[in-house]
Protein backbone atom coordinates (compact mmCIF):
# COMPACT_ATOMS: atom_id res chain seq x y z
CA UNK A 1 0.00 0.00 0.00
CA UNK A 2 0.91 3.34 -0.05
CA UNK A 3 3.20 5.44 2.43
CA UNK A 4 2.35 7.78 4.83
CA UNK A 5 5.20 9.08 6.79
CA UNK A 6 5.21 12.01 10.11
CA UNK A 7 7.50 13.69 11.92
CA UNK A 8 8.38 13.86 14.71
CA UNK A 9 6.90 10.16 16.05
CA UNK A 10 6.87 12.23 19.62
CA UNK A 11 7.43 15.34 21.35
CA UNK A 12 7.56 16.90 24.78
CA UNK A 13 7.21 20.34 24.98
CA UNK A 14 6.63 23.24 27.71
CA UNK A 15 2.80 24.16 28.45
CA UNK A 16 2.77 27.87 25.81
CA UNK A 17 5.20 26.65 22.74
CA UNK A 18 4.24 25.51 19.63
CA UNK A 19 4.83 22.67 17.78
CA UNK A 20 4.83 21.59 14.13
CA UNK A 21 4.00 18.31 12.97
CA UNK A 22 4.79 17.00 9.50
CA UNK A 23 2.70 14.39 7.28
CA UNK A 24 4.61 13.72 4.37
CA UNK A 25 2.89 11.10 1.30
CA UNK A 26 6.16 9.48 0.76
CA UNK A 27 4.97 7.76 -2.52
CA UNK A 28 2.75 9.51 -3.96
CA UNK A 29 1.38 13.06 -4.45
CA UNK A 30 -2.14 14.04 -2.09
CA UNK A 31 -4.24 16.94 -2.90
CA UNK A 32 -5.39 16.22 0.03
CA UNK A 33 -4.91 15.38 3.41
CA UNK A 34 -6.72 14.76 6.61
CA UNK A 35 -5.81 15.59 10.30
CA UNK A 36 -7.13 13.28 13.06
CA UNK A 37 -6.90 13.67 17.04
CA UNK A 38 -7.10 10.31 19.45
CA UNK A 39 -6.93 10.50 22.90
CA UNK A 40 -5.99 7.30 25.29
CA UNK A 41 -8.67 4.82 24.88
CA UNK A 42 -10.44 6.64 22.25
CA UNK A 43 -11.68 6.34 18.74
CA UNK A 44 -10.05 9.28 15.66
CA UNK A 45 -11.76 12.71 15.76
CA UNK A 46 -11.17 14.48 12.66
CA UNK A 47 -10.23 17.60 13.11
CA UNK A 48 -9.66 19.02 9.38
CA UNK A 49 -9.35 18.15 5.72
CA UNK A 50 -5.69 19.72 4.32
CA UNK A 51 -6.51 20.74 1.02
CA UNK A 52 -3.19 21.59 -1.06
CA UNK A 53 -2.67 25.61 -2.59
CA UNK A 54 -6.12 26.63 -0.63
CA UNK A 55 -7.47 26.67 3.31
CA UNK A 56 -8.02 24.07 5.35
CA UNK A 57 -11.34 23.04 6.47
CA UNK A 58 -11.80 22.73 9.54
CA UNK A 59 -14.59 20.24 11.68
CA UNK A 60 -17.14 22.08 14.30
CA UNK A 61 -15.76 23.05 17.24
CA UNK A 62 -11.62 22.59 16.22
CA UNK A 63 -9.92 26.15 16.40
CA UNK A 64 -8.71 27.19 13.36
CA UNK A 65 -6.28 29.40 14.96
CA UNK A 66 -5.01 27.05 17.39
CA UNK A 67 -4.33 24.36 15.42
CA UNK A 68 -2.54 25.78 12.01
CA UNK A 69 -2.36 23.93 8.96
CA UNK A 70 -0.07 24.33 6.35
CA UNK A 71 -0.46 22.47 2.73
CA UNK A 72 2.18 24.01 1.03
CA UNK A 73 3.15 20.80 -1.45
CA UNK A 74 1.43 17.82 -3.30
CA UNK A 75 3.26 15.78 -0.99
CA UNK A 76 3.30 17.86 2.69
CA UNK A 77 0.93 18.87 5.34
CA UNK A 78 1.54 20.26 8.73
CA UNK A 79 -0.29 20.78 11.57
CA UNK A 80 1.41 23.33 14.37
CA UNK A 81 -0.18 23.45 17.76
CA UNK A 82 0.10 27.06 18.90
CA UNK A 83 0.53 28.30 22.45
CA UNK A 84 0.00 24.13 23.63
CA UNK A 85 -1.68 23.03 26.80
CA UNK A 86 -1.64 20.32 28.74
CA UNK A 87 -5.01 19.03 27.04
CA UNK A 88 -3.45 19.86 23.84
CA UNK A 89 -1.12 16.30 24.85
CA UNK A 90 -3.06 13.54 22.13
CA UNK A 91 -1.95 11.31 19.30
CA UNK A 92 -2.45 13.27 16.17
CA UNK A 93 -2.83 10.86 13.11
CA UNK A 94 -2.74 12.29 9.66
CA UNK A 95 -4.02 10.43 6.75
CA UNK A 96 -4.24 11.13 2.49
CA UNK A 97 -4.99 8.66 -0.26
CA UNK A 98 -3.57 8.23 -3.55
CA UNK A 99 -5.03 9.94 -6.84
CA UNK A 100 -7.78 8.30 -8.33
CA UNK A 101 -8.17 5.97 -5.28
CA UNK A 102 -10.86 7.62 -3.20
CA UNK A 103 -11.74 5.05 -1.43
CA UNK A 104 -9.24 4.11 0.44
CA UNK A 105 -7.01 6.30 2.98
CA UNK A 106 -3.58 5.47 3.96
CA UNK A 107 -2.81 6.63 7.78
CA UNK A 108 0.62 8.19 8.97
CA UNK A 109 2.26 6.48 11.79
CA UNK A 110 1.19 9.27 14.73
CA UNK A 111 2.68 12.09 16.34
CA UNK A 112 2.38 11.66 20.13
CA UNK A 113 2.74 15.47 21.66
CA UNK A 114 3.22 15.78 25.52
CA UNK A 115 2.70 18.78 26.87
CA UNK A 116 3.85 19.67 30.37
CA UNK B 1 -26.28 11.37 12.78
CA UNK B 2 -22.70 9.59 12.15
CA UNK B 3 -22.53 7.11 15.06
CA UNK B 4 -20.45 4.36 14.66
CA UNK B 5 -20.72 2.07 17.70
CA UNK B 6 -18.11 -1.30 18.18
CA UNK B 7 -18.11 -3.64 21.71
CA UNK B 8 -15.21 -2.58 23.43
CA UNK B 9 -13.25 -6.03 24.51
CA UNK B 10 -13.41 -9.45 22.46
CA UNK B 11 -10.85 -12.12 23.91
CA UNK B 12 -10.32 -15.29 21.76
CA UNK B 13 -7.78 -18.09 22.22
CA UNK B 14 -5.49 -18.98 19.53
CA UNK B 15 -6.26 -20.65 16.37
CA UNK B 16 -10.10 -20.28 17.01
CA UNK B 17 -12.24 -17.25 14.86
CA UNK B 18 -12.64 -13.62 15.84
CA UNK B 19 -15.79 -11.93 14.90
CA UNK B 20 -15.84 -8.04 15.61
CA UNK B 21 -19.05 -6.60 14.90
CA UNK B 22 -19.70 -2.35 13.84
CA UNK B 23 -23.18 -0.85 13.66
CA UNK B 24 -23.60 2.54 12.19
CA UNK B 25 -26.70 5.14 12.10
CA UNK B 26 -26.02 6.97 8.86
CA UNK B 27 -27.89 4.78 5.68
CA UNK B 28 -25.66 6.98 3.28
CA UNK B 29 -22.25 5.00 3.86
CA UNK B 30 -20.42 4.46 0.36
CA UNK B 31 -17.58 2.58 1.67
CA UNK B 32 -17.42 0.70 4.87
CA UNK B 33 -13.22 0.04 6.57
CA UNK B 34 -11.77 -1.76 8.97
CA UNK B 35 -8.13 -0.66 10.43
CA UNK B 36 -5.92 -2.22 12.92
CA UNK B 37 -3.98 -0.32 15.40
CA UNK B 38 -1.37 -1.79 17.83
CA UNK B 39 -0.12 0.12 20.23
CA UNK B 40 1.46 3.16 20.08
CA UNK B 41 1.19 2.92 15.94
CA UNK B 42 -1.40 4.61 13.08
CA UNK B 43 -3.64 3.03 11.58
CA UNK B 44 -3.49 0.16 9.13
CA UNK B 45 -6.52 -0.72 6.29
CA UNK B 46 -7.05 -4.17 6.68
CA UNK B 47 -9.91 -4.21 3.92
CA UNK B 48 -12.72 -2.02 2.80
CA UNK B 49 -15.90 -2.95 1.00
CA UNK B 50 -18.19 -1.33 -1.11
CA UNK B 51 -22.01 -0.83 0.61
CA UNK B 52 -23.60 -2.41 -2.46
CA UNK B 53 -21.60 -6.02 -1.71
CA UNK B 54 -22.68 -8.06 0.60
CA UNK B 55 -19.41 -9.66 1.67
CA UNK B 56 -15.80 -9.67 0.38
CA UNK B 57 -13.26 -11.89 1.64
CA UNK B 58 -9.43 -11.83 1.71
CA UNK B 59 -7.23 -14.30 3.21
CA UNK B 60 -8.27 -15.03 6.70
CA UNK B 61 -10.38 -11.74 6.76
CA UNK B 62 -14.33 -12.05 5.69
CA UNK B 63 -15.90 -8.51 5.78
CA UNK B 64 -20.12 -9.26 6.06
CA UNK B 65 -22.49 -6.33 5.31
CA UNK B 66 -25.93 -6.03 6.68
CA UNK B 67 -27.00 -2.66 4.69
CA UNK B 68 -30.70 -2.98 5.93
CA UNK B 69 -29.52 -3.65 9.71
CA UNK B 70 -26.59 -1.55 9.12
CA UNK B 71 -24.50 -3.83 10.44
CA UNK B 72 -20.45 -4.77 9.28
CA UNK B 73 -18.71 -7.48 10.82
CA UNK B 74 -15.01 -8.56 10.61
CA UNK B 75 -14.11 -12.46 10.83
CA UNK B 76 -10.58 -13.46 11.02
CA UNK B 77 -9.77 -17.06 10.45
CA UNK B 78 -7.29 -18.87 12.78
CA UNK B 79 -6.47 -15.56 14.79
CA UNK B 80 -3.08 -15.83 15.83
CA UNK B 81 -1.22 -13.63 18.83
CA UNK B 82 -0.13 -11.26 16.22
CA UNK B 83 -3.86 -10.09 15.81
CA UNK B 84 -3.64 -8.24 18.80
CA UNK B 85 -4.27 -5.22 18.27
CA UNK B 86 -7.37 -2.53 18.50
CA UNK B 87 -9.58 -2.67 15.63
CA UNK B 88 -11.72 0.02 14.77
CA UNK B 89 -14.58 0.30 11.95
CA UNK B 90 -15.13 3.49 10.07
CA UNK B 91 -17.30 4.57 7.31
CA UNK B 92 -17.32 7.13 4.24
CA UNK B 93 -20.56 8.73 3.48
CA UNK B 94 -21.99 10.24 0.29
CA UNK B 95 -21.63 13.74 0.11
CA UNK B 96 -19.12 13.45 2.61
CA UNK B 97 -15.71 14.01 0.63
CA UNK B 98 -13.75 11.34 1.56
CA UNK B 99 -14.00 12.67 5.46
CA UNK B 100 -14.27 9.23 7.66
CA UNK B 101 -15.97 8.69 10.51
CA UNK B 102 -15.06 6.24 12.88
CA UNK B 103 -16.45 3.98 15.47
CA UNK B 104 -15.28 3.47 18.89
CA UNK B 105 -12.67 0.55 18.74
CA UNK B 106 -12.92 -3.28 19.78
CA UNK B 107 -9.67 -4.25 21.59
CA UNK B 108 -8.77 -8.11 20.59
CA UNK B 109 -7.04 -10.34 22.82
CA UNK B 110 -5.40 -13.35 21.75
CA UNK B 111 -4.60 -15.84 24.79
CA UNK B 112 -2.79 -18.77 24.02
Known amino acids: GAVVSQHPSWVICKSGTSVKIECRSL??????MFWYRQFPKQSLMLMAT?????????EQGVEKDKFLINHASLTLSTLTVTSAHPEDSSFYICSAHPPGQQETQYFGPGTRLLVL | GEDVEQSLFLSVREGDSSVINCTYTDSSSTYLYWYKQEPGAGLQLLTY?????DMKQDQRLTVLLNKKDKHLSLRIADTQTGDSAIYFCAERLTGGGNKLTFGTGTQLKVEL
Open chain 2, 49 to 53: IFSNM
Open chain 1, 50 to 58: SNEGSKATY
Open chain 1, 27 to 32: DFQATT
